[in-house]
């Protein structure tokens, strides 16, 4: 079996044929690169026999699916006889509303957010980030994605980053469960199958699919990804309202999904001196060891997305004593390394936290060392700083590097939880 890597194709030298699919799968390779530099020959062929044959079916499917989107393109490009592909208009992250309910969702606003939502859903089944729906479907030889310059290593072309691919589905499902539209089902029923195929052998997923390479190949927790999809496949399994479309069989294969991804979460979490305690962001799809991202993002423990991965294990009914004893822990480790005696306030313009001992202030660092759990703060320099302070002063801030989310999850998620666990009262 051979793994491509990536090629450049002239193709200023090329005829203007027809386009057919061998043309288009050559177009392709010319814009995609189709094998992961995380999951190499090499390291497939150092696993376990069995293991080895479902990853290498798993880099076909990818290196498949890839070749398809970027055909598609193509072959849009040669039959409107564009120089090159469009680029996508760009947009903010896809986010439904809260408080809209099934009059919004059978508006003319909706109709017109799902014509365009559905004309940018790859053909391998997903969705890009940043997209800029608001102005309109996409138009015939306009790329997937906003994320790459037409001509450039595709990028972000299907991922569930900041959200993706799940949003557009919840947004579908809800545009279905109340106009009945068929198109939405349809597309519904092919994100799930995108997703279900963008599955790791061991249960985990990758922050892009296909494959295109470096971070995104890992198993990513980092910004909920995958605790998103964990999210979505455990409505399908208790059989809410807005997935009555679906058949016994897809059912059956989304809660086979679920099971082989929850037994990777429990897998990825972190055991100090024999103690559990939270998740990394992301993690190497063939070993599960803790991996590291940007510069920014170096291997540590997670204080939000522990946070995030809590809330959605505790609304998991009747489970099981490895699940129970995976949520103490997180719940005592969130506990354990809570900070206190800090202010946040603005100077010059930029967040500090001030150390104020009287104040009621409880945060959570983004980023714990992955060894003692003392909170970290890396830089965009490259450098792992001990105070948010030594690290605001030397580098531009990007996102949160403390947080009060979890404080819900330690406190009401976990009352709520211990209620539900404690079963009905008996009068």
């Known amino acids: 079996m051979s793994y491509p890597g990536y090629r450049q194709v002239d193709f200023q030298k090329q005829q203007p044929l027809r386009m057919t699919r061998s043309l288009a799968l050559l177009f392709a390779l010319a814009f995609t690169r189709v094998i992961a530099d995380q999951i190499t020959p090499d390291r497939l062929n150092a696993l376990p026999e069995p293991e080895q044959a479902a990853w290498k079916r798993y880099i076909e ?28 208009p760009s947009g903010g992250d896809f986010k439904l509303p809260a408080k809209m309910d099934n009059v919004w969702y059978a508006w003319k606003e909706a109709k017109q957010l799902a014509d365009a939502v559905l004309s940018y859903q790859t053909p391998t089944g997903g969705w890009s980030k940043h997209t800029g729906y608001s102005r309109g479907p996409r138009k015939p030889g306009m790329q997937w ?44 029923i092919k994100g799930l199958n995108f997703i279900l195929t963008a599955q790791f052998p061991n249960g985990g997923w ?11 190949d890992d198993i990513t927790f980092n910004d909920d990804a995958m605790t998103r999809i964990l999210e979505l496949l455990q409505a399908i399994k208790r059989n809410e309202p807005y997935y009555a479309f679906l058949d016994e069989p897809l059912r059956q294969k989304a809660a086979v999904a679920l099971e082989s991804g929850l037994r990777c979460l429990l897998r ?50 009747n489970p099981a004593p490895d699940l129970i004893a995976s949520i103490e822990g997180g719940l005592n480790w969130l506990e354990r390394v809570k900070i206190t005696g800090l202010a946040k306030t603005k100077l010059s313009g930029k967040t500090v936290y001030e150390t104020r001992p009287a104040s009621t202030e409880v945060y959570w660092a983004r980023f714990y060392n992955l060894t003692n759990s003392q909170p970290v703060f890396p ?37 709520k939880w211990r209620k539900m666990l404690a079963g009905p009262v008996k009068k």
């Open 61 to 88: 499917r990818s290196q498949a699916g890839a070749l398809t989107d970027a055909a598609a393109v193509q072959a849009e490009v040669v039959a409107n006889k564009l120089t090159n592909a469009w680029r996508a």
């Open 145 to 188: 994605t906003s994320q790459n310059e037409p001509g450039q290593k595709s990028h972000y072309v299907a991922t569930f980053d900041n959200r993706s691919t799940t949003e557009e589905m919840y947004f579908l499902a809800a545009v279905w469960h109340a106009t009945k539209r068929e198109d939405c089902k349809m597309g519904f």
């Open 206 to 216: 990758p922050q892009v699919y296909p494959l295109e390479g470096d971070y995104h």
């Open 268 to 317: 990825a979490q972190i055991v100090q001196a024999g103690t559990k305690t939270g998740w990394c962001a992301q993690y190497d799809p063939l070993t599960l060891q803790p991996a590291a991202a940007r510069k920014m993002e170096p291997v540590t423990l997670s204080g939000l997305e522990s946070a995030r991965i809590l809330s959605f294990l505790m609304t998991i009914t």
């Open 379 to 415: 830089g965009r320099d490259g450098i792992i700083y001990s105070t948010h302070a030594e690290m605001a002063a030397r580098n531009k801030l990007g996102y949160d590097y403390l947080s009060t989310l979890p404080g819900s999850i330690v406190n009401n998620g976990q009352k």
